[in-house]
């Protein structure tokens, strides 16, 4: 049935989310539909699922084969959650070991489609998902399908999920205008959207919506377009000849190219969810203005490091709480979890060492940072302290902060050059 | 004095003249990229391959 629908909806314009002509035109026939509908539960709910699917598969690389995968992993995620959530499985450890085989299930779907080898090694014939036999499958808004699948089931484990129903659940897990870049949302602020979009007419959401819809705009099409030539990795004389204020000119376009666009693409997801009558979290709170490089991760992709933080930093500092030798030392137990962390998010960035590399960069900065803000807390001269109250402090911070950040972005581009600038320089 | 009207003006209508700026300046670089084929092209999201 979804290779006839696909193949139906294949006959369409296919397009990328928010850049097409034809996104747009899909996207008013979506609102319009959704909010046409009477106020009804179930028609509107089982309305919005056919709008993502549709949607879904008007991506150009997004087809039957893969909507399978997506429901399967849905129905799945289902499962293990109203298994949890309910009274047939009493006792903590068959509790925690399904929780636990529902998270790594997602996990190694995750992997599969995220990592060559393993999907070298694992899945032989990839024609099936559309892009061409001995070809590497990439399998679009598999990363934060997992994060939100994850956190699902870890909620049901804690019994924190409110109003589990099916339709809604595979709306919150294929809600188009976040599938494909995130925000990554919770499945209760969804539940509570959802509840709320059912009684409320467009007009409250219209205006704050296509503003957003607008800034987005704005910044895909003029900031970014205007700031791309200028980037690192569109230079066309080799990093080697550059002068280092060259480079450093190219890797500070380079940020502000990965802030604008993410967050163009963020304000067009929040801004067409709002349309839709739902509201997703927000993910940048001006980045660019922290004073240290943990402040600028608490306020860049925030849905991300939001989710890092409960599901992974928080679990690794409390595990290391219990451990003796490490329960007297409250820094070294905060600084290695952050380590790992960022590690980790590394890691989902990219298979190569360089995002690993990367990861433990950023990871290694907020441990400095941390170092640094303890013995701040020691200082008592007063001139000092009169200075970490400045302007000047925060100035010189937000200065260095996006420094640490830009040049970071080294460690993504292509290697082989950046070997030859250290070689040069050093 | 014009300073002081200028700020009254921003702080009463800066969210209209800032959707105004916007729109006015994406129009442009889409007529700019319709209407000529070297026009300024518009590089691919960077986290949609995540």
């Known amino acids: 049935m979804f290779e006839t629908i696909s193949h139906w909806l294949q006959r369409l314009p296919s397009t990328e989310f928010y850049s097409g002509a034809p996104f747009w035109a899909y996207f008013v026939l979506v609102v319009i539909a959704v909010r046409a509908l009477p106020a009804r539960g179930t028609v509107r709910d089982l309305l919005l699922l056919v709008a993502n699917v549709g949607m879904l598969l008007a991506l150009p690389r997004f087809n039957g084969t893969a909507l399978a995968l997506y429901v399967a992993l849905g129905v799945f995620t289902f499962g293990v959650g109203r298994v949890l959530l309910g009274d047939s499985v009493k006792g903590r450890r068959p509790r925690i070991l399904i929780a636990l085989l529902g998270i790594l299930a997602v996990l190694f779907v995750l992997a599969i489609f995220k990592y060559r080898l393993l999907q070298s090694l694992l899945l032989k014939d990839s024609s099936l998902f559309g892009q061409g036999a001995a070809h590497f499958i990439f399998l679009i808004g598999i990363s934060y399908s997992s994060f939100k699948a994850i956190h699902f089931v870890i909620e049901a484990y804690k019994r924190k999920i409110e109003g589990l129903r099916f339709l809604e659940f595979a709306n919150y897990l294929l809600f188009f205008p976040s599938f494909v870049s995130g925000p990554i949302n919770r499945y209760n602020d969804f539940h509570q959207s959802s509840t709320t979009a059912r009684r409320s007419s467009l007009r409250p959401d219209l205006a704050p919506g296509l503003e957003r819809i607008v800034h987005g705009l704005f910044k895909k099409f003029v900031i970014t377009v205007i700031l791309f030539p200028h980037t690192i990795v569109q230079l066309k004389t080799p990093l080697a000849e550059l002068a280092p204020w060259q480079i450093l000119l190219g890797l500070y376009a380079y940020a502000l190219y990965f802030y604008f666009d993410f967050s163009g693409y963020t304000d067009l997801a929040i801004g067409s969810a709002r349309l839709l009558g739902f509201h997703l979290p927000e993910n940048f709170n001006l980045p660019f203005l922290k004073k240290n490089i943990q402040q600028l991760w608490a306020n860049w992709h925030m849905s991300l490091t939001g989710w890092l933080t409960d599901y992974v930093y928080w679990p690794l500092v409390r595990r290391m709480r219990n451990m003796d030798f490490l329960r007297q030392h409250p820094l070294i137990i905060s600084n290695s979890a952050i380590i790992i962390t960022f590690f980790l998010c590394g890691a989902w960035h990219g298979e190569s060492v360089n995002f690993i590399l990367w990861g433990l960069y950023h990871g290694v900065g907020i441990a400095i940072v941390n170092l640094y803000q303890k013995w701040k807390r020691q200082v008592r001269h007063a001139l000092a302290l009169k200075y970490f109250a400045s302007r000047l402090s925060y100035t010189v911070g937000v200065i260095l902060t996006f420094n640490f950040f830009a040049i970071g972005l080294l460690f993504l581009v292509d290697s082989r050059q950046v070997v030859a600038v250290v070689q040069r320089f050093f | ?50």
Request: hydrophobic share 55%; net charge neutral.
């Open chain 2, 1 to 50: 004095m014009l300073m002081q009207v200028l700020s009254h003006i921003f702080r009463t209508h800066g969210r209209l003249m800032l959707i105004t700026f916007e729109i006015f300046w994406i129009v442009v670089f889409l007529l700019d990229r319709i209407s000529s084929a070297g026009g300024s092209g518009v590089p691919d999201f960077v986290y949609v391959n995540f």
